[in-house]
């Protein structure tokens, strides 16, 4: 089986890990449109039209599936997507949702992410039609993204931008969704200023899961071994290879240039 994944750039490879630790014998082909990074302040026109292109792309690959591995496209872009793409979507928000309704015991959930995917509603809109009794509070943590792009994982600037963007939810929830491909990496951080009670949903692992099960792929056993990934990035592949293996170690290759057409 071949699962085509995209994101806005480096991010999303978290989601590609989580994916490549779940389905076992699948090929994966990873897009990062590192041309048009950062999608997270921009519009949902601009974003649907940017993911068309990847799709269109991943089409001509013929894959089985796709996943929208980037919290913003699943905000601004799934929903005019899923109405006229033919191939399987998956995208990151329903998931991480329905993770969140089975750990929160007070039904009080938090959501961050970035400005765009805060700014749609999306998150707050799911759980209406879903899980309407979780109550949601979002905040939007734009530095984040960069502080992770910098490898500033652990840095005193990061955990006090991390106090001055959790401060609002601090008290308030006991789950906390990480609506950004790039936040699982803070995790550590995260959890030091909200505290052990509060339960982290990893929006790329939840994801995975939804993928897993509806393909219904084998485990895998032992981790990563018996899948292949060709890696694609829309400018500076260079980039995208070296953060796969430092940031996220995943064992690849090197990342093949890929010029969107239709753009
Ligand atoms: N991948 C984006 C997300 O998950 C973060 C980076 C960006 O803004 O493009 O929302």
Do not use: W
């Amino acid at each position: 089986m071949k699962i085509g994944v995209f994101d806005s750039g480096v991010g999303g490879l978290t989601v590609l890990k989580e994916l490549m630790g779940t389905c076992a014998n699948t090929q994966f082909i990873y897009v990062g449109d590192t041309a048009h990074v950062p999608y997270g302040n921009k519009s949902a026109q601009v974003v649907t039209g940017y993911a068309r292109a990847i799709i269109r792309f991943l089409e001509t690959q013929k894959v089985d599936a796709i996943v929208i591995a980037c919290n913003t496209a699943s905000a601004l872009a799934y929903p005019a997507l899923k109405k006229n793409v033919q191939t399987l979507l998956f995208e990151m928000i329903e998931p991480a949702i329905g993770t969140a309704a089975t750990l929160t015991k007070t039904n009080c959930v938090g959501v961050i992410g970035t400005r765009a995917t805060i700014a749609s509603g999306a998150y707050a809109l799911t759980a209406k039609k879903q899980t309407p009794q979780l109550i949601i509070t979002s905040v939007a943590c734009p530095l984040f993204v960069p502080l992770v792009e910098e490898g500033m994982l652990s840095h005193a600037i990061t955990r006090a931008v991390a106090e001055l963007y959790l401060a609002p939810l601090k008290g308030k929830i006991d789950t906390l969704i990480l609506g950004c491909t790039h936040y699982p990496l803070l995790a550590s951080i995260i959890s030091q200023v909200l505290g052990k009670g509060v339960r982290l949903v990893s929006s790329a692992q939840a994801a995975a899961q939804v993928v897993h099960a509806t393909l219904a792929r084998p485990k895998v056993e032992p981790m990563l071994k018996s899948s292949h990934v060709a890696l694609y990035a829309t400018d500076e592949p260079s980039r995208l290879a070296e953060f796969a293996r430092r940031a996220v170690r995943l064992p690849v290759g090197e990342a093949h240039l890929l010029h969107l057409s239709g753009l």
